[in-house]
C-alpha cells in the first residue's frame, strides 16, 4: 500500500494502518530529530511526539506533499522547539560527535583518524545552527532539498546555498589545518 492509502485509511479510524505509517518513517522522523537535537533520548522523544501530533492532526494533512515530508515538518519544528527551550539547551547530554554521524556518507565513525574526526565535528560545531542544521540534513543521505525546504521552512535555493556555505566553511576549517587542499 502506499502512503496516501494508508493516509486514507487512518483516517477513517483504522489505527493499523497508522501504524504501518509509523514503520515506515521512524527512523527518518529520528533521524532528523537527532540532527536538530544531538541527544539520542530528546530525539526519541520528540519523535514520538511527532507522531502523536500527526495522528491528531491527520484530518489536516492536505496532501500538498507527501506524507513523510509533512510528518518531517512536524518532527523539525517540535526538535526547533525543543532546541530553543533554554532548560533542554544546557542538559543536552550527547557530544556534537552522535549528530555528526549522521552527516558522515555512510561511512563508519571510525572511518576517519581520530584527530581529523575531532576536526570535523569542531568545524561542524563552529557553524551557525542554520547552515550546521542544513548540512546536517542534506550529508544524512535521507533527505533531498526539497524535503528539507519543506522541514526548515526554506526554500531550495536556500537549503542548496546554506549546505554549499556550511561545506566550504568545514573545508576551510580542514584547510587551515592542512588537512584538505584549500581549493
Same mark, same amino acid.
Given at each position: 500500500? +502506499?502512503? =496516501?492509502e494508508l493516509v486514507a485509511l487512518?483516517?477513517?479510524?483504522?489505527?493499523?494502518?497508522?501504524?504501518?505509517?509509523?514503520? #515506515?518513517?521512524? /527512523? $527518518?522522523?529520528?533521524? =532528523? =530529530?537527532?540532527?536538530?537535537?544531538r541527544s539520542r533520548e530528546d530525539?526519541?522523544? @520528540?519523535?514520538?511526539?511527532?507522531?502523536?501530533?500527526?495522528?491528531? %492532526? &491527520? %484530518? #489536516?494533512?492536505?496532501?500538498?506533499?507527501?506524507?513523510? +515530508?509533512?510528518?518531517?515538518?512536524?518532527?523539525?519544528?517540535?526538535?526547533?522547539?525543543?532546541?530553543?527551550?533554554?532548560v533542554r539547551w544546557w542538559k543536552?547530554?550527547? *557530544?556534537?560527535?552522535?549528530?555528526?554521524?549522521? $552527516?558522515?556518507?555512510?561511512?563508519?565513525?571510525?572511518?576517519?583518524?581520530?584527530?581529523?574526526?575531532?576536526?570535523?565535528? /569542531?568545524?561542524?560545531?563552529? &557553524?551557525?545552527?542554520?547552515?550546521?542544521?542544513? &548540512?546536517?540534513?542534506?550529508?544524512?543521505?535521507?533527505?533531498?532539498?526539497?524535503?528539507?525546504?519543506?522541514?526548515?521552512?526554506? *526554500?531550495?535555493? +536556500?537549503?542548496?546555498?546554506?549546505?554549499?556555505? =556550511? #561545506?566550504?566553511? @568545514?573545508? /576551510?576549517?580542514?584547510?587551515?589545518?592542512?588537512?584538505?587542499?584549500?581549493?
Open positions: 500500500m +502506499t502512503d =496516501a487512518a483516517r477513517e479510524g483504522d489505527s493499523g494502518a497508522f501504524d504501518q505509517l509509523v514503520s #515506515r518513517h521512524q /527512523a $527518518a522522523a529520528y533521524r =532528523a =530529530a537527532l540532527a536538530a537535537l530525539a526519541e522523544e @520528540v519523535a514520538q511526539d511527532a507522531f502523536v501530533r500527526a495522528w491528531g %492532526h &491527520l %484530518h #489536516r494533512f492536505r496532501g500538498d506533499s507527501s506524507f513523510r +515530508t509533512w510528518l518531517l515538518a512536524i518532527v523539525w519544528n517540535r526538535a526547533l522547539s525543543r532546541r530553543r527551550s533554554v543536552r547530554s550527547a *557530544p556534537l560527535e552522535e549528530a555528526v554521524a549522521v $552527516a558522515q556518507d555512510a561511512r563508519p565513525p571510525d572511518a576517519l583518524p581520530d584527530e581529523l574526526r575531532q576536526q570535523v565535528v /569542531a568545524a561542524i560545531g563552529a &557553524l551557525s545552527p542554520k547552515l550546521r542544521d542544513a &548540512l546536517l540534513l542534506a550529508q544524512s543521505g535521507d533527505y533531498d532539498y526539497e524535503s528539507i525546504g519543506s522541514m526548515l521552512g526554506i *526554500p531550495v535555493g +536556500t537549503v542548496k546555498w546554506r549546505v554549499s556555505e =556550511a #561545506r566550504k566553511k @568545514v573545508r /576551510a576549517h580542514l584547510a587551515a589545518l592542512g588537512y584538505v587542499d584549500g581549493r
